[in-house]
Protein backbone atom coordinates (compact mmCIF):
# COMPACT_ATOMS: atom_id res chain seq x y z
CA UNK A 1 0.00 0.00 0.00
CA UNK A 2 1.19 3.50 -0.95
CA UNK A 3 2.65 5.17 2.23
CA UNK A 4 1.52 8.62 3.86
CA UNK A 5 3.68 11.73 4.02
CA UNK A 6 5.29 12.45 7.68
CA UNK A 7 3.61 15.67 7.44
CA UNK A 8 0.26 14.17 6.71
CA UNK A 9 0.52 11.57 9.80
CA UNK A 10 2.15 14.86 11.82
CA UNK A 11 -1.16 16.47 10.84
CA UNK A 12 -2.94 17.45 14.18
CA UNK A 13 -6.61 16.61 14.49
CA UNK A 14 -8.87 19.43 15.12
CA UNK A 15 -10.33 19.28 18.84
CA UNK A 16 -13.41 21.37 17.24
CA UNK A 17 -14.52 18.97 15.40
CA UNK A 18 -12.79 15.48 16.27
CA UNK A 19 -15.69 14.92 18.08
CA UNK A 20 -18.54 15.61 15.02
CA UNK A 21 -19.56 11.49 14.53
CA UNK A 22 -20.15 11.49 18.17
CA UNK A 23 -22.27 14.22 18.29
CA UNK A 24 -24.12 12.91 14.89
CA UNK A 25 -24.37 9.76 16.52
CA UNK A 26 -26.23 11.37 19.50
CA UNK A 27 -28.24 12.81 17.17
CA UNK A 28 -29.37 9.78 15.69
CA UNK A 29 -30.34 8.31 19.04
CA UNK A 30 -32.87 11.56 19.67
CA UNK A 31 -30.56 13.09 21.98
CA UNK A 32 -30.63 16.91 21.45
CA UNK A 33 -26.95 18.21 21.49
CA UNK A 34 -26.39 21.54 22.74
CA UNK A 35 -23.27 23.07 20.60
CA UNK A 36 -20.99 24.65 22.56
CA UNK A 37 -17.76 23.50 21.09
CA UNK A 38 -17.74 25.60 17.71
CA UNK A 39 -17.40 29.33 16.74
CA UNK A 40 -20.49 29.44 14.49
CA UNK A 41 -22.40 32.53 15.70
CA UNK A 42 -26.17 32.03 15.72
CA UNK A 43 -25.99 36.08 15.14
CA UNK A 44 -27.90 36.58 11.97
CA UNK A 45 -25.80 37.43 8.58
CA UNK A 46 -25.98 41.49 7.24
CA UNK A 47 -28.84 41.68 5.32
CA UNK A 48 -26.76 44.57 3.25
CA UNK A 49 -24.56 41.71 2.23
CA UNK A 50 -27.01 39.07 0.94
CA UNK A 51 -28.74 40.75 -0.51
CA UNK A 52 -25.78 41.99 -2.98
CA UNK A 53 -25.65 38.22 -3.44
CA UNK A 54 -29.30 38.19 -4.58
CA UNK A 55 -29.67 41.03 -6.06
CA UNK A 56 -26.27 41.14 -8.43
CA UNK A 57 -26.68 40.26 -12.47
CA UNK A 58 -24.06 38.88 -13.16
CA UNK A 59 -24.02 36.44 -16.67
CA UNK A 60 -20.55 35.25 -16.12
CA UNK A 61 -19.12 34.08 -12.74
CA UNK A 62 -15.90 34.80 -13.38
CA UNK A 63 -12.23 34.92 -11.85
CA UNK A 64 -11.65 37.65 -9.47
CA UNK A 65 -8.22 38.93 -9.14
CA UNK A 66 -6.02 37.14 -7.22
CA UNK A 67 -5.20 39.76 -4.84
CA UNK A 68 -8.85 40.48 -4.63
CA UNK A 69 -10.99 42.97 -6.72
CA UNK A 70 -9.72 46.69 -6.44
CA UNK A 71 -12.82 48.00 -5.33
CA UNK A 72 -12.94 45.55 -2.18
CA UNK A 73 -9.54 46.31 -1.33
CA UNK A 74 -10.04 50.32 -1.16
CA UNK A 75 -13.26 49.84 0.80
CA UNK A 76 -11.25 47.69 3.22
CA UNK A 77 -8.66 50.61 3.30
CA UNK A 78 -11.16 52.91 4.13
CA UNK A 79 -12.86 50.38 6.97
CA UNK A 80 -9.32 49.56 8.84
CA UNK A 81 -8.15 53.87 8.34
CA UNK A 82 -11.92 54.03 10.66
CA UNK A 83 -10.23 51.77 12.88
CA UNK A 84 -6.93 53.94 13.88
CA UNK A 85 -4.89 51.41 10.87
CA UNK A 86 -3.45 54.06 7.96
CA UNK A 87 -3.16 51.54 4.99
CA UNK A 88 -3.75 51.67 1.26
CA UNK A 89 -5.36 48.84 -1.12
CA UNK A 90 -1.82 47.69 -1.84
CA UNK A 91 -1.09 46.61 1.57
CA UNK A 92 -3.94 44.13 1.30
CA UNK A 93 -4.28 40.51 -0.13
CA UNK A 94 -7.31 38.78 -0.21
CA UNK A 95 -7.59 35.59 0.40
CA UNK A 96 -9.98 32.13 0.66
CA UNK A 97 -10.55 32.95 5.06
CA UNK A 98 -8.35 34.03 7.71
CA UNK A 99 -6.86 30.39 7.35
CA UNK A 100 -5.29 31.02 3.97
CA UNK A 101 -4.37 34.15 5.23
CA UNK A 102 -1.90 32.49 7.75
CA UNK A 103 -1.03 29.92 5.45
CA UNK A 104 -0.10 32.32 2.96
CA UNK A 105 1.75 34.06 5.66
CA UNK A 106 3.72 31.67 7.36
CA UNK A 107 4.29 30.40 3.98
CA UNK A 108 5.77 33.45 2.60
CA UNK A 109 8.35 34.40 5.76
CA UNK A 110 9.40 31.06 7.03
CA UNK A 111 11.39 28.12 5.72
CA UNK A 112 10.96 24.22 6.86
CA UNK A 113 12.70 23.89 10.36
CA UNK A 114 11.86 27.42 10.97
CA UNK A 115 10.09 28.28 14.46
CA UNK A 116 7.24 30.59 14.96
CA UNK A 117 7.00 31.60 19.16
CA UNK A 118 3.01 31.44 19.96
CA UNK A 119 1.07 32.27 23.56
CA UNK A 120 -0.56 28.98 24.64
CA UNK A 121 -3.36 28.31 24.57
CA UNK A 122 -3.78 29.44 21.24
CA UNK A 123 -6.17 28.51 18.06
CA UNK A 124 -5.73 24.89 17.38
CA UNK A 125 -4.86 25.20 13.34
CA UNK A 126 -2.30 27.29 14.01
CA UNK A 127 -0.53 24.06 14.89
CA UNK A 128 -2.00 22.83 11.77
CA UNK A 129 -0.92 25.60 9.62
CA UNK A 130 2.67 25.20 10.84
CA UNK A 131 2.98 21.48 10.44
CA UNK A 132 1.55 21.98 6.78
CA UNK A 133 4.85 24.35 5.89
CA UNK A 134 7.48 22.32 8.27
CA UNK A 135 7.24 24.84 10.78
CA UNK A 136 7.68 24.19 14.37
CA UNK A 137 5.62 25.99 17.17
CA UNK A 138 7.21 26.97 20.33
CA UNK A 139 4.74 27.79 22.33
CA UNK A 140 5.05 30.29 25.56
CA UNK A 141 2.46 29.23 28.41
CA UNK A 142 -0.16 31.89 29.52
CA UNK A 143 -2.18 30.69 32.64
CA UNK A 144 -6.04 30.80 33.57
CA UNK A 145 -4.64 32.19 37.33
CA UNK A 146 -4.04 35.45 36.02
CA UNK A 147 -6.69 35.46 33.05
CA UNK A 148 -4.06 33.90 30.36
CA UNK A 149 -2.32 37.75 30.29
CA UNK A 150 0.85 38.09 27.88
CA UNK A 151 3.71 36.12 29.26
CA UNK A 152 6.93 38.04 30.67
CA UNK A 153 9.38 39.49 28.01
CA UNK A 154 11.75 37.27 29.62
CA UNK A 155 9.42 33.93 28.61
CA UNK A 156 9.60 34.94 25.15
CA UNK A 157 13.58 35.90 25.02
CA UNK A 158 15.02 32.89 26.73
CA UNK A 159 12.82 30.73 23.62
CA UNK A 160 14.46 32.79 20.47
CA UNK A 161 17.02 31.38 18.63
CA UNK A 162 18.30 31.74 15.12
CA UNK A 163 15.46 29.49 13.89
CA UNK A 164 12.80 32.00 15.08
CA UNK A 165 10.88 34.23 12.65
CA UNK A 166 7.94 35.27 14.32
CA UNK A 167 5.83 35.81 17.15
CA UNK A 168 1.60 35.29 16.57
CA UNK A 169 -1.20 36.07 18.67
CA UNK A 170 -4.54 36.06 18.35
CA UNK A 171 -6.59 39.04 19.66
CA UNK A 172 -8.60 39.52 21.06
CA UNK A 173 -7.98 35.57 21.94
CA UNK A 174 -9.36 32.12 20.82
CA UNK A 175 -10.00 30.24 22.35
CA UNK A 176 -9.37 32.35 25.88
CA UNK A 177 -11.10 35.29 24.80
CA UNK A 178 -8.47 37.48 26.20
CA UNK A 179 -7.72 41.23 25.07
CA UNK A 180 -4.06 42.11 25.05
CA UNK A 181 -4.04 45.73 26.32
CA UNK A 182 -1.75 48.35 24.33
CA UNK A 183 0.95 47.94 26.89
CA UNK A 184 1.69 44.02 26.33
CA UNK A 185 1.17 45.44 22.46
CA UNK A 186 4.05 47.50 22.94
CA UNK A 187 5.98 45.03 25.17
CA UNK A 188 5.70 42.67 21.90
CA UNK A 189 6.72 45.24 19.32
CA UNK A 190 9.81 45.60 21.66
CA UNK A 191 10.62 42.19 21.18
CA UNK A 192 10.26 41.91 17.73
CA UNK A 193 12.30 45.17 16.63
CA UNK A 194 15.00 43.80 19.29
CA UNK A 195 15.33 40.51 17.44
CA UNK A 196 14.50 41.18 13.68
CA UNK A 197 10.99 39.41 13.82
CA UNK A 198 7.55 39.36 12.71
CA UNK A 199 4.74 40.29 14.68
CA UNK A 200 1.89 38.40 13.57
CA UNK A 201 -1.73 39.23 14.71
CA UNK A 202 -4.83 37.57 14.23
CA UNK A 203 -7.63 40.52 14.84
CA UNK A 204 -10.28 38.73 13.24
CA UNK A 205 -12.29 39.46 16.41
CA UNK A 206 -10.99 42.97 16.32
CA UNK A 207 -15.05 44.39 16.67
CA UNK A 208 -15.46 41.71 20.34
CA UNK A 209 -14.33 43.66 22.75
CA UNK A 210 -15.98 44.44 26.46
CA UNK A 211 -16.41 46.54 29.81
CA UNK A 212 -15.02 49.97 28.00
CA UNK A 213 -11.75 48.44 26.85
CA UNK A 214 -10.69 48.84 23.28
CA UNK A 215 -8.82 47.08 20.61
CA UNK A 216 -5.10 47.65 19.44
CA UNK A 217 -4.18 46.53 16.28
CA UNK A 218 -0.30 45.99 15.87
CA UNK A 219 -0.30 48.37 12.46
CA UNK A 220 -1.48 51.28 14.73
CA UNK A 221 2.01 51.03 16.24
CA UNK A 222 4.74 53.43 14.64
CA UNK A 223 8.31 52.01 14.02
CA UNK A 224 7.29 48.22 13.22
CA UNK A 225 5.85 48.55 9.52
CA UNK A 226 8.05 46.17 8.59
CA UNK A 227 7.62 43.62 11.26
CA UNK A 228 4.06 44.19 11.31
CA UNK A 229 0.85 41.54 9.89
CA UNK A 230 -2.59 41.85 10.52
CA UNK A 231 -4.46 38.70 9.55
CA UNK A 232 -8.19 38.89 9.08
CA UNK A 233 -11.57 38.16 8.29
CA UNK A 234 -15.43 38.50 7.37
CA UNK A 235 -16.35 35.23 9.38
CA UNK A 236 -17.18 36.43 12.73
CA UNK A 237 -17.17 40.04 12.19
CA UNK A 238 -20.29 39.74 10.09
CA UNK A 239 -21.44 36.19 10.81
CA UNK A 240 -20.09 34.96 7.45
CA UNK A 241 -18.27 31.76 8.34
CA UNK A 242 -19.41 30.11 5.03
CA UNK A 243 -17.78 33.02 2.78
CA UNK A 244 -14.75 32.26 3.61
CA UNK A 245 -13.41 35.69 2.62
CA UNK A 246 -10.00 36.55 5.23
CA UNK A 247 -7.03 38.68 4.15
CA UNK A 248 -3.53 39.73 5.10
CA UNK A 249 -2.34 43.10 5.75
CA UNK A 250 1.36 44.71 6.24
CA UNK A 251 3.08 47.43 5.04
CA UNK A 252 6.31 44.78 4.13
CA UNK A 253 6.25 45.49 0.44
CA UNK A 254 8.71 42.31 -0.25
CA UNK A 255 6.17 40.02 2.02
CA UNK A 256 2.88 41.20 0.16
CA UNK A 257 4.32 40.68 -3.10
CA UNK A 258 5.46 37.54 -1.65
CA UNK A 259 2.13 36.41 -0.36
CA UNK A 260 0.63 37.57 -4.05
CA UNK A 261 2.48 35.24 -5.92
CA UNK A 262 0.93 32.15 -3.25
CA UNK A 263 -1.80 34.17 -4.48
CA UNK A 264 -1.93 33.58 -8.19
CA UNK A 265 -1.24 30.21 -7.82
CA UNK A 266 -4.58 29.28 -5.87
CA UNK A 267 -5.67 31.47 -8.65
CA UNK A 268 -8.57 33.84 -6.88
CA UNK A 269 -10.97 34.53 -4.10
CA UNK A 270 -14.53 33.23 -4.61
CA UNK A 271 -16.68 35.99 -6.90
CA UNK A 272 -19.55 35.51 -5.09
CA UNK A 273 -18.08 35.84 -1.32
CA UNK A 274 -16.12 38.82 -2.75
CA UNK A 275 -19.35 40.74 -3.49
CA UNK A 276 -21.17 39.84 -0.46
CA UNK A 277 -18.20 41.24 1.64
CA UNK A 278 -17.78 43.99 -0.43
CA UNK A 279 -21.24 44.60 0.74
CA UNK A 280 -21.04 44.23 4.17
CA UNK A 281 -18.59 46.76 4.75
CA UNK A 282 -21.88 48.96 4.68
CA UNK A 283 -22.84 47.50 7.79
CA UNK A 284 -24.35 50.23 10.57
CA UNK A 285 -22.43 50.61 13.64
CA UNK A 286 -25.69 49.64 15.42
CA UNK A 287 -25.21 45.91 13.98
CA UNK A 288 -21.86 45.61 15.88
CA UNK A 289 -23.52 48.15 19.40
CA UNK A 290 -26.64 45.31 19.48
CA UNK A 291 -23.88 42.30 18.60
CA UNK A 292 -21.84 43.28 21.58
CA UNK A 293 -24.46 44.03 24.02
CA UNK A 294 -25.66 40.81 23.29
CA UNK A 295 -22.29 38.77 23.61
CA UNK A 296 -22.04 40.55 26.86
CA UNK A 297 -24.88 39.39 28.40
CA UNK A 298 -24.07 35.97 27.30
CA UNK A 299 -20.84 36.41 28.72
CA UNK A 300 -22.26 37.36 31.84
CA UNK A 301 -24.56 34.93 32.03
CA UNK A 302 -22.20 32.07 30.92
CA UNK A 303 -19.55 32.63 33.81
CA UNK A 304 -22.36 33.51 36.45
CA UNK A 305 -23.72 29.98 36.37
CA UNK A 306 -20.19 28.23 35.52
CA UNK A 307 -19.14 29.53 38.81
CA UNK A 308 -21.91 28.14 40.72
CA UNK A 309 -20.50 24.72 39.95
CA UNK A 310 -18.60 22.99 42.81
CA UNK A 311 -14.83 22.87 41.12
CA UNK A 312 -14.95 24.81 38.16
CA UNK A 313 -12.44 27.61 37.43
CA UNK A 314 -13.24 29.69 34.87
CA UNK A 315 -11.24 32.96 33.11
CA UNK A 316 -13.17 36.02 32.74
CA UNK A 317 -12.85 37.08 28.54
CA UNK A 318 -12.89 40.34 27.43
CA UNK A 319 -13.34 39.76 23.96
CA UNK A 320 -14.13 37.23 21.34
CA UNK A 321 -16.45 34.72 22.18
CA UNK A 322 -15.24 32.35 23.97
CA UNK A 323 -13.97 31.16 27.56
CA UNK A 324 -12.20 28.16 28.80
CA UNK A 325 -13.16 26.55 31.94
CA UNK A 326 -11.29 24.20 34.41
CA UNK A 327 -13.34 21.46 35.40
CA UNK A 328 -13.15 19.10 38.16
CA UNK A 329 -11.95 16.07 35.69
CA UNK A 330 -8.59 14.41 35.12
CA UNK A 331 -9.33 14.01 31.14
CA UNK A 332 -11.51 16.79 29.40
CA UNK A 333 -11.24 14.42 26.30
CA UNK A 334 -12.50 11.77 27.71
CA UNK A 335 -15.13 14.13 29.89
CA UNK A 336 -16.31 15.69 26.53
CA UNK A 337 -16.51 12.27 24.09
CA UNK A 338 -18.41 10.82 27.15
CA UNK A 339 -20.94 13.43 27.35
CA UNK A 340 -21.86 12.59 23.95
CA UNK A 341 -21.62 8.95 23.75
CA UNK A 342 -22.79 7.86 26.97
CA UNK A 343 -24.64 10.63 29.16
CA UNK A 344 -27.84 12.84 28.70
CA UNK A 345 -30.14 14.65 30.99
CA UNK A 346 -33.87 14.63 29.97
CA UNK A 347 -32.21 13.36 26.81
CA UNK A 348 -30.54 16.40 26.19
CA UNK A 349 -26.67 16.86 26.21
CA UNK A 350 -23.84 19.05 25.09
CA UNK A 351 -20.57 19.30 22.90
CA UNK A 352 -17.77 21.09 24.20
CA UNK A 353 -14.16 21.04 22.64
CA UNK A 354 -11.10 19.35 24.97
CA UNK A 355 -8.53 22.31 25.53
CA UNK A 356 -5.93 20.20 25.19
CA UNK A 357 -5.96 20.51 21.85
CA UNK A 358 -5.10 23.84 21.99
CA UNK A 359 -2.08 23.93 23.36
CA UNK A 360 1.42 22.24 22.21
CA UNK A 361 2.79 21.65 25.44
CA UNK A 362 2.52 18.06 26.58
CA UNK A 363 -0.48 17.19 29.31
CA UNK A 364 -1.30 21.27 29.45
CA UNK A 365 -5.31 21.33 29.46
CA UNK A 366 -5.82 18.41 30.11
CA UNK A 367 -8.65 19.48 32.68
CA UNK A 368 -9.74 22.56 31.02
CA UNK A 369 -12.48 22.88 27.72
CA UNK A 370 -12.98 25.80 25.63
CA UNK A 371 -17.02 27.24 25.61
CA UNK A 372 -18.03 29.48 23.11
CA UNK A 373 -21.15 31.48 24.02
CA UNK A 374 -22.66 31.50 20.52
CA UNK A 375 -25.97 29.89 21.80
CA UNK A 376 -29.16 32.65 23.14
CA UNK A 377 -28.76 32.74 27.03
CA UNK A 378 -31.76 30.08 27.51
CA UNK A 379 -29.70 27.90 25.87
CA UNK A 380 -26.87 28.66 27.64
CA UNK A 381 -28.50 28.08 31.17
CA UNK A 382 -29.48 24.89 30.19
CA UNK A 383 -26.52 23.74 28.74
CA UNK A 384 -24.39 24.25 32.27
CA UNK A 385 -27.24 23.06 34.11
CA UNK A 386 -26.42 19.95 32.22
CA UNK A 387 -22.65 20.33 32.21
CA UNK A 388 -22.89 20.19 35.78
CA UNK A 389 -25.22 17.44 35.82
CA UNK A 390 -22.67 15.48 33.45
CA UNK A 391 -20.21 16.38 36.10
CA UNK A 392 -21.74 14.32 39.10
CA UNK A 393 -22.64 11.07 37.14
CA UNK A 394 -18.90 11.39 35.47
CA UNK A 395 -17.33 12.13 38.73
CA UNK A 396 -19.26 9.47 41.02
Known amino acids: MPSISKKGLQMPESPIRKLVPYAEDAKKRGTKVFHLNIGQPDIKTPQVALDAVKNNELQ ?36 TGGSEALLFTIGSITDPGDEIIIPEPFYANYNGFSTASGVTVVPVISKIENNFALPKIEDFEKLITKRTKAILIC ?22 LNHDLYLIADEVYREFTYDGLHHTSVLSLEGIEQNAIVIDSVSKRYSMCGARIGCIVSKNDNFIKTAIKFAQARLSPPTYALIASEAALDTPQSYFDDVKEEYVDRRNTLITEL ?27 HFAQWMLEEFNYNNETVMVAPASGFYSTEGEGKNQVRIAYVLNKKDLIRSVEIIAEALKQYNS
Open 60 to 95: TLAYARSEGSEEYRNKLANYYINNNINVAAENIVVT
Open 307 to 333: NKIEGVKVANPKGAFYCVAELPVKDSD
Open 171 to 192: NPGNPTGYLYSKEEIEKLKKIV
